[in-house]
DNA sequence: CGCAAATTTGACCAACCTCAACAAAGGTGG
DNA sequence: CCACCTTTGTTGAGGTTGGTCAAATTTGCG
């Protein structure tokens, strides 16, 4: 029972040199990622130009904060969106994995960072250029559309924990909505290497480090999961887990 | 579903009022909010077909749960959209007011509910042919992914007040947000008629109406602000309301 | 003016936080 | 490969914020 260690394939490797990863590497998955297949070749010269490679070792910021918003995409690794709000409070918005595209605004009422969870590289755009761009390409807005729908949903799933659910069921649901992001089913239940610590899990569900270890150790005296080392968790019981989580039954 | 025609008339139960507001005089008050200028006539024209109008008085649904998730733009009134854990657990997801868009999700994990604070009435499409539709024109793809990213700004800086705040950090944190929005500046104060009960504001900040009433109490205790009737409230001291919200003093 | 609903206030309680001590994990250098 | 050591996570005791329940009060509508 030897956990999987992250950092062990992260290392920026491309091929022969051991320079980090062109930017020419990172705009071909970004370009797979994101963008439409039959977006002109003039407007993908634009991004192009925009683009600007970025990457941290844990814990660091990829894209700290900014006077400008930025647009990131995370091509390898993984990273959490925090917000500062005052000396020692934080609160961590999103975590986001290899593919994801994150929008990381300018610092205003509060200073806003995207920090490496491990080693973690992805391609940064500043917003407003790039927002001017995507005026003129429907399909790329489409696509920048789709995304934001998304992480407003998921944001919305957050303000609904942070609300209206216990130290349990914002575990629970946590829990839930990262087996469905990087969970990997197996026999006796899906299995997750989990990238952040309790730390970034307990300013992400607005608790503290403390209570997620509370938690986690009720649900593994439920039988619902079981932890082996710091990260790897494996969830035993889904359907109990989204009970707690608070998730509505099938549709009425 | 029904076909709506440019002549057709709300169909809202009471108008004691003279003349309800067509169809048609809805979709300019969208057009003129939220349609680019240059939007070819053809698009235009899909777009009214897929226009419902909706409208509903205080307290009821303007869009209820649905299976598929709805854009609606509110034209008169104000709306609150609320998401529902379980019986006797609603959040409040945001507010909005004439001119605003919402996107209204799909019943999922849990439901969700557009309801009229007072009278409301707006127009109500389907999110999948809608943003099919924005698939062809970046215009209008440019002007919704510009609202998205606002709606998606506003549900991080909720999750920043529920998730690290405390009550009367929410309370100021949502004064102040209202002020921005709906507040009527004057002297000795911003003049703030809030459309919501107290019942709304404490299901918007994960609070009871007890501790809202309490740290109401407390704000006008301090000077802050001041109260009269039930949703009159003249914010006194902006800069003291801003700091007690955890706001970041100016950019160093 | 009367009344139902909304709000305020008070007393008490519990979920979660804080502080502190301890244990485990996992990296490092011998 | 193992002993060491720092970092991270766990566990326990006690405090606090905000929740709960109940009653008094206000509001604003008819």
Redesign the pocket.
């Known amino acids: 029972m030897r956990?999987v260690?992250w950092?062990s394939v992260l290392p920026m490797q491309t091929d022969r040199s051991a320079a980090p990863p062109t930017c020419r590497d990172l705009f071909g998955r970004f370009a797979a990622d994101v963008l439409p297949a039959d977006l002109p070749e003039r407007t993908r010269w634009r991004l192009c130009e925009l683009a600007q490679p970025v990457g941290a070792a844990a814990g660091n910021a990829l894209s700290g904060e900014c006077a400008d918003s930025r647009l990131v995409h995370v091509a390898t690794g993984a990273a959490r969106l925090v917000a500062h709000v005052s000396q020692g409070r934080d609160q961590v918005l999103s975590f986001h994995f290899a593919g994801d595209v994150v929008l990381v605004p300018a610092r205003a009422a509060h200073g806003y960072t995207l920090c490496a969870l491990g080693a973690c590289e992805g391609l940064a755009f500043k917003a407003d250029p790039l927002f001017e761009l995507v005026r003129a390409d429907a399909a790329l807005a489409h696509a920048l559309l789709l995304r934001t729908r998304r992480a407003l949903a998921r944001s919305r799933e957050k303000t609904i924990a942070l609300g209206r659910m216990?130290?349990?069921e914002r575990l629970a649901s946590f829990l839930v909505g990262m087996a469905e992001r990087i969970g990997v089913p197996g026999a006796g239940g899906c299995m997750l290497d989990l990238p952040m610590?309790?730390?970034d899990i307990a300013d992400s569900l607005?608790?503290?480090?403390?209570?997620?270890?509370?938690q986690?150790?009720e649900l593994r005296a439920a039988g619902l999961l079981a932890?082996s080392?710091?990260?790897v968790v494996r969830l035993i019981d889904m359907p109990a887990l989204e009970a707690r989580a608070g998730h509505l039954a099938a549709p009425c």
């Open positions: 956990p260690s950092n216990t130290a349990q610590s309790r730390r607005g608790l503290t480090i403390e209570t997620i270890s509370r986690l150790g932890t080392g710091r990260s």
